[in-house]
């Protein structure tokens, strides 16, 4: 098999606050809460993360909060708040965004499903790793427009898919299953990549039109 065609991304659905206990406890009363709100059945919460994998080389995805990490842990590419900004100068209200070389990922055993693998050409596969320090450091737990879905670990996975070229909206789930942050990572990574593709267009249009004065003169 050609060696570009065994690039992929396993995607991952894992329970919040698995293998806990304060993070367990309070999303469950925050999902009947908004369960009630909403007029529906609570349902189980589950946080995504991805293996990339490429060029022969095995990479997680994931966004944890700063503080309460592995000491081997590695691979930090941005950091954003939790909270008001002036409250960044604290560990605990910071999360980070990693793509950790031969990473751990402490929930696995815990996974409400087997991964989706995701086939991945090696451009593609590079492309998604490289463009994650570009993720937007929303704050962790607001809304992201023009989603009302608030940005958190499922937003960054759900963004990384969309940027790389993956249509991350027929991603839905397991049944059973709520994954919050979904909407607003698609919103964000649509606005961006139509920025680029509107940037491009203007950079191709003046590009032209430098050649045609060039010729003029």
């Known amino acids: 098999m050609d060696a570009e065609r065994t690039d992929r991304a396993d995607f991952w659905r894992l329970p919040v606050g698995a293998g806990g206990v304060i993070v ?26 991805l293996e990339v994998f490429t060029g022969g080389e095995r990479y997680v ?11 081997t ?3 930090v590419v941005a950091i954003g708040p939790v909270g008001p ?16 070389p031969n990473g751990v990922l402490p929930d ?5 499903a087997a991964p989706t693998s995701i086939p991945l050409g090696r451009t593609q ?13 929303h704050t962790w737990g607001r809304a992201v427009p023009p989603s009302t879905d608030m940005w958190n670990s499922n937003s960054l996975i759900a963004w990384a898919l969309r940027r790389a070229g993956v249509d991350a909206g027929t991603l839905a789930p397991p049944a059973g299953c709520r994954a919050p942050g979904w909407a607003a990572g698609l919103a964000a990574g649509t ?14 249009r003046r590009t032209a039109h430098a050649t045609d004065s060039a010729a003029r003169h």
């Open 24 to 49: 367990a406890h309070t999303s469950r009363w925050w999902e009947l809460l908004s369960a009630r709100r909403d007029c529906r059945a609570p349902q189980q919460l589950v946080h995504a993360a």
């Open 73 to 75: 842990a590695s691979g």
């Open 125 to 137: 596969a590079q492309g998604l790793l490289d463009t994650l320090p570009d993720v937007p450091l």
């Open 61 to 71: 995805i994931e966004m944890t909060p700063q503080w309460g990490q592995p000491r």
């Open 191 to 204: 606005r961006q990549r139509r920025g680029c593709r509107e940037v491009a267009t203007r950079n191709l």
């Open 85 to 100: 900004p002036p409250l960044g100068r604290f560990r605990m209200f910071r999360y980070v965004v990693r793509a950790w």
């Open 108 to 112: 696995r055993a815990y996974a409400v």
